[in-house]
């Protein structure tokens, strides 16, 4: 019982770290939420979707970024999709970095451009880390029997 | 210039030209003289011929006889006579004979003589030496017939054959003229002109030489003088004065004579005729200048010479003298002309230069202006760049940051350097936004947003922020209460944001310069009047407000109508703030420039950091929200700044009930009671609807007795402005300055209710204010004091209204006692306070402590526990807004209750102690947190709470779950903006409490083209209990909706509707939303359907939506898609 409570208390707080440090925002509870007994997986599954979506669009920034004649245009609607996800799951952080980019877009500004997408990828490293630990120790947690801490 | 020179020669050649003319005109006058001198002498001149015409006569008769005197007697004398008688200017007449024989007539003493001598030579061979003997007889003439009468008188003979004159006559055949004296007594000068006869005798004709010159003196020759001569010297005239001429030969030279008798010669007149008329010479004779012309003159056949002259004193020499005067004036006039124009022209050239010098020197000034103003604008532009770039660095400056922050070994040193770069960092952002915010006033660009929200709650937000620093200094800061008004008016619509940035800057400046004593902020509402506005910003008057609102005209107003009309409108109220301050205070003469950007009084700001940008950005903010900050003057001896501002915000109290409704529907679906809503403890709830929610309407009862509140607070401003709110109130208040005043205080009270309980049972108080009673059950009988217009409010009725009163039920007295924990020894403050209430015997007696944050554990643990009341209410400090508020609620006047020794009590006290407020539901709200306080949920809500920006958070951290606890019910104290999303709660009531699946039966078409975004749609369809279709583009879900409405119009039931609400994602890929829209729109026509589509944009500006709006969407929803969101929505078309 006491790797149980141990478990829940460390996921406990990493979760609250989550929310302090601002990765992530209320979106993210209304996503937990969501999750009930006929969607168990349903949190993982989106955040993996945002995952994938958000590394494809990364990629896709990095290459309209590199290019001789950058399509801001592009770019803007890459940014604006990766905006959308981020605050779909409540990635708040990323989402922030997004609206200067967003900014840096419009202005044409190809240096912002790339620095934000730097932070945008460390935004993103940052908050993948976070949540795969945080679903780590909740299949820990699962695994060492405990229940998980209903909302 | 050009004139004088053209008129001088002009000038000079007219004056010439008269002179000119005037000489000819003398000249011209001069030659008349000559000639008619001249004309004179030949009118003269036939008389030369008249003896030749004679000697022609008398040759004719004789003819060539010899003549004897009888002859001569018979026949010369009579053709003599006759000729004597005819020819005029005769003086005398004779015929002379070569032998001697003479005949004669000529006048003398005015008688006619005769003179004859009849004797011949004796020989014809003449011998002059014989004619000696010849005598000469002289008779008496008669004048009428020539005959000679009386005696003849014997005179000497007249040698006149051996004369010049008769040889000469006797050689010429033509006469011969000259001049000789006559032959009468008088020996006058005559001129004689002879001619021979037969070659044997001579006639001769004698002129008178006077009768002839007077001829030539009877000229007219107007001041000139004649000199006439004949050739061999004889003078005829001579006019000059004292000079004397000689001729010699064809020269005449003039001679002076002198009184003594000298001659002098003065000159020489040449008298040769050149050009046919003479040459004149100017000769000066004593002082007079003479012109001197000279000619020669055949005057009765005798060559003579005249001359002739003028003084030069007339026209010309007149006009020559004049010539040369205006000459000199001339030159003079011109020469000082030219100095004159000389001079102008050096000053106008020297003004010319140097305007020229200065026209240089303004244009080199304008373009360094120019140039200056350019630098300055690129400065700016480039500094607008620069720090937005400087803040998108140092935002990831902060990120990393932290990001190292957590990675760093807790209490390392490279921890604490961490922090203190982040503080720094944040710092460093602060001033870049203040440096961003000038610049975007100086751009206009500041825009007001219209919120509703509450201002009390705002300025307690504030005041408690700057509290703790204030505490770290030593300075109190007091939110005073004022009259009120502020709290009725609490509920207003204005830019939040802004009024809380002018209120933080004000507030920092006031503790940063603050060491000692307290900071006050007070605020109160009046009616927004063009008078009070003046009264507001008296220092410049009615010219300032104007100005102001012109400045402020700029955002929404462009003129004075438009203040007007903000000032009729009945909603804009106008509240004016203080932040009052015991600091160095600011010279007078610095108070203006105080408000201009990058301006630090220097004095002051010794050692403080800051841009100056402050005030300046509170000015502007002020002034934007139509309003006008200035410094009031304080007393003399008052330390210390007074910045006071006034601001026009909206009030919006009688909406405020429709939104607590709508908030009531929003949080809660329809199966919710009221009263749940209501026992939400959230304070924002509570403050707006006070009179619905705290009033307990009882029924008055006739015993009435008074509360009693002794104050115990240290500081002075905090325990004065208590002490007046409470006033105010008709609540008795009881101060004491310090703990050891305490003991005596509570004597004095105990003793007066001792004593009145003694006396009445049952009747009023006798400390109670006489009109207290009669005022409060009028108050509440009439029910309206939240109706009374606002004119007729003074202080105390704004907190009235506020606070309503209620009769309590309680018979006993109830006395309140606040102390200051921190003012003395804590356990000695508790055994006064332990003391009194054991001998109260009738009154009701709580104990307020006021704490510092963290410090309660410590007290409360160590203290016994009979001397701590449980009853007794901790309350962390400041000690204002609602802090205040709550405390004054524990009275029963104001729906407090009281506390009997009942077995609930500990319960009880514990949500006293955390500050819960004391209502009658209450009951209600414990149990709902009691049950909803799980583990994770209290430690979710303290992290939330801390990732708002709240100053407490530290402390909270370290809180025990208790205090944790409480914290969930001082939640809704921190504002909402600070992340706590205030429905967070709602949320898990719905979900907690309430199954229903509002949308369960309706089918929703999500068009989306992001999977994630699809799948969480999905799922919060799901949730809801609707059924969801999916598809990634406008395109399909054109498709798909086209597929619904024939399949439907196959079976029959064109009517329903294929999907009962489509999500539509705006920006999709091969058709995006709108375009799906407005196809979908056009097809649906056909069926007379209308399919409701809710549009999804990332975006959340205005824009998006109307677009949204136009392309025939129904609603417009931001992304992430909220369930609550997407409820309102479709309720809202539901409604529709």
């Not at chain 1, 980019?101 to 990828?121: P, S």
């Not at chain 2, 529907?665 to 304070?683: A, K, N, Q, R, Y």
């Not at chain 2, 409470?726 to 703990?739: D, F, H, T």
Request: proline share 4%; charged share 20%.
């Amino acid at each position: 019982m006491d790797v149980v409570v141990q478990l829940q208390r460390q996921l406990a707080d990493h979760t609250a770290s989550l929310f302090h440090e601002g990765f992530l925002n209320d979106q993210f509870n209304q996503l937990q939420q969501l999750q009930d007994e006929s969607n168990p997986d349903f949190v993982v599954e989106v955040v993996s979707l945002f995952f994938e979506d958000s590394e494809r669009l990364l990629n896709e920034l990095a290459k309209a970024l590199e290019q001789q004649a950058v399509d801001y245009k592009k770019v803007d609607a890459h940014v604006h999709q990766l905006k959308g996800s981020s605050s779909s799951i409540g990635a708040q952080r990323v989402q922030g970095v997004c609206i200067p980019f967003r900014n840096f877009c419009e202005e044409q500004n190809i240096e912002g451009c790339l620095k934000c997408l730097q932070q945008v990828k460390h935004e993103y490293s940052l908050v993948k880390n976070k949540l795969e630990t945080l679903f780590k120790l909740e299949q820990q947690l699962i695994a060492a029997g405990g229940s998980f801490p209903t909302l | 210039m050009l004139l004088p020179t053209a008129l001088i020669p002009c000038w000079y050649s007219m004056i010439s030209r008269v002179e000119r003319q005037v000489n000819l005109n003398s000249h011209d006058f001069h030659s008349k003289l000559q000639y008619e001198i001249e004309n004179t002498a030949k009118f003269l001149h036939p008389i030369n011929s008249s003896a030749t015409n004679l000697a022609g006569v008398l040759e004719l008769s004789l003819n060539g006889t010899k003549l004897s005197f009888s002859m001569i007697e018979t026949k010369v004398a009579p053709p003599l006579f006759q000729a004597w008688s005819t020819i005029p200017y005769l003086s005398q007449i004779s015929y002379t004979g070569l032998e001697g024989l003479f005949f004669s007539y000529y006048t003398g003493q005015n008688q006619t003589l005769a003179v004859y001598s009849n004797s011949s030579y004796n020989s014809r061979s003449s011998a002059p030496n014989v004619k000696k003997n010849f005598n000469c007889y002289i008779q008496h003439v008669n004048h009428e017939t020539g005959e000679l009468y009386g005696n003849s008188i014997e005179c000497p003979p007249l040698n006149l054959v051996n004369k010049r004159w008769f040889q000469e006559a006797l050689n010429s055949t033509n006469g011969y003229a000259s001049l000789e004296t006559g032959w009468n007594n008088s020996q006058d000068l005559i001129l004689l002109s002879s001619a021979r006869i037969n070659g044997e005798g001579v006639i001769s004709l004698g002129f008178s030489a006077k009768v002839l010159t007077a001829r030539f003196t009877s000229i007219d020759r107007q001041g000139g003088s004649l000199y006439l001569a004949t050739k061999d010297g004889k003078v005829l005239i001579e006019e000059l004065k004292n000079t004397h001429m000689v001729l010699a030969g064809n020269m005449v030279s003039v001679q002076l004579k002198k009184p003594n008798g000298e001659q002098k010669v003065l000159g020489n007149v040449s008298c040769i005729i050149k050009d046919g008329s003479p040459r004149a010479s100017t000769l000066n004779i004593q002082g007079t200048e003479y012109m001197f012309y000279c000619s020669s003159l055949d005057m009765v056949g005798v060559q003579s010479v005249y001359v002739l002259a003028f003084p030069q004193k007339g026209l010309v020499s007149l006009v020559r003298k004049n010539r040369i005067v205006a000459l000199a004036l001339l030159i003079v006039i011109i020469t000082s002309m030219v100095v004159s124009i000389l001079s102008f022209a050096f000053i106008f050239v020297r003004a010319a230069k140097r305007e020229m010098h200065l026209c240089a020197a303004l244009i080199k000034q304008m373009e360094a202006t120019q140039q200056a103003e350019r630098k300055s604008m690129n400065k700016s532009l480039a500094f607008a760049s620069a720090s937005h770039d400087v803040r998108a660095s140092l935002a990831g400056l902060t990120g990393l940051i932290e990001m190292c922050y957590e990675e760093a070994n807790p209490g390392s040193e490279l921890e604490t350097n961490l922090r203190q770069m982040d503080t720094c960092a944040k710092d460093l952002l602060g001033l870049l936004n203040s440096i961003l915010d000038t610049s975007k006033i100086e751009a206009g660009k500041m825009q007001l947003e219209e919120e509703e929200f509450d201002l009390a709650q705002l300025l307690e937000d504030v005041v408690d922020l700057y509290h703790p620093i204030g505490i770290k200094k030593g300075v109190d800061v007091v939110l005073d209460p004022y009259d009120g008004s502020a709290i009725k008016f609490s509920q207003v619509k204005g830019d939040r944001g802004k009024l809380k940035q002018i209120l933080c800057n004000l507030l920092s400046n006031a503790v940063k310069f603050t060491c000692e004593g307290h900071v006050t902020v007070r605020t109160w509402v009046r009616k927004p009047s063009l008078q009070n506005s003046i009264i507001a910003s008296n220092r410049n008057g009615l010219m300032k407000y104007l100005q102001c609102l012109f400045r402020k005209s700029n955002e929404a107003y462009n003129d004075l109508e438009a203040m007007n009309a903000t000032q009729q409108d009945p909603n804009a109220m106008e509240f004016v703030f203080e932040v009052d301050d015991t600091g160095k205070g600011i010279p007078k003469e610095k108070q203006i420039s105080v408000f201009e950007n990058y301006v630090q009084v220097k004095e002051t700001a010794l050692g403080q950091e800051g841009t100056g940008l402050g005030l300046g950005i509170v000015q502007s903010l002020v002034r934007l929200m139509h309003g006008d900050i200035s410094i009031m003057d304080k007393e003399m001896g008052e330390k210390g700044t007074c910045f006071r501002f006034n601001v026009i915000l909206g009030t919006c109290e009688n909406v405020s009930c429709n939104n607590a409704k709508a908030e009531d529907l929003e949080m809660v679906d329809g199966s919710h009671t009221p009263e749940l809503t209501l026992s939400t403890p959230s304070p924002g709830l509570w403050l707006r609807t006070p009179s619905s929610k705290l009033t307990v309407h009882t029924t008055p009862s006739p015993k009435v007795t008074t509360s009693h509140v002794v104050l115990l607070i240290q500081n002075n401003e905090r325990r004065r402005t208590s002490q007046r709110f409470m006033e105010n109130l008709r609540i008795k208040v009881s101060v004491a300055k310090q703990w050891e005043h305490l003991p005596s205080t509570l004597q004095k009270i105990k003793h007066k209710e001792n004593h009145s309980c003694h006396n009445s049972s049952g009747k009023s108080d006798l400390s109670s204010p006489s009109g207290y009673l009669s005022r409060s059950a009028s108050n509440n009988s009439s029910g309206v004091d939240k109706d009374v217009p606002l004119s007729s409010m003074d202080g105390s009725d704004y907190i009235l209204s506020v606070f309503k009163r209620t009769t309590p039920k309680f018979a006993s007295s109830f006395i309140l006692i606040v102390i200051d924990a921190s003012a003395g020894p804590f356990l000695e403050l508790c055994r006064i306070v332990a003391e009194f209430k054991k001998g109260l015997h009738n009154a009701t007696c709580k104990v307020v402590w006021l704490e510092k944050p963290m410090m309660r554990n410590i007290n409360f643990k160590h203290i016994e526990e009979d001397l701590v009341d449980p009853n007794d209410v901790v309350i962390s400090k400041p000690f204002h807004g609602s802090r205040l508020y709550q405390v004054v609620r524990l009275l029963p006047e104001f729906g407090g209750t009281l506390q009997g020794n009942s077995s609930k009590l500990k319960e009880e006290i514990k949500f006293q102690a955390e500050k819960v407020p004391k209502d009658p539901s209450s009951s209600r709200s414990q149990t709902y947190i009691e049950n909803s306080s799980t583990n994770k949920h209290s430690t979710q809500q303290v992290e939330l709470q801390d990732h708002g920006s709240s100053i407490e958070e530290t402390k909270r951290k370290s809180m025990s779950p208790i205090q944790t606890l409480s914290h969930v019910g001082s939640k809704p104290r921190s504002p909402p903006s600070n992340g706590i999303p205030p429905k967070e709660q709602e949320i898990q009531e719905i979900g907690n409490s309430n199954d229903e699946k509002p949308l369960s039966g309706k089918k929703l078409l999500v068009a989306d083209d992001n999977v994630l975004l699809r799948k969480l749609a999905v799922a919060s369809l799901l949730k809801l209990g609707a059924t969801a279709e999916t598809c990634v583009n406008g395109q399909e879900a054109l498709d798909l909706v086209c597929k619904g409405l024939s399949d439907q119009r196959k079976l029959g039931a064109s009517k329903m509707l294929p999907y009962d609400y489509v999500l539509m994602d705006c920006e999709m890929p091969m058709m995006n939303g709108y375009e799906a829209t407005k196809q979908i729109r056009k097809m649906e026509k056909s069926y007379g359907v209308h399919i409701p589509i809710i549009a999804l944009t990332a975006h959340t500006s205005g824009g998006e939506a109307n677009v949204a709006i136009e392309a025939g969407m129904d609603v417009h929803l931001g992304k992430p898609l909220k369930k609550e969101h997407l409820l309102e929505a479709i309720r809202y078309i539901d409604a529709k």
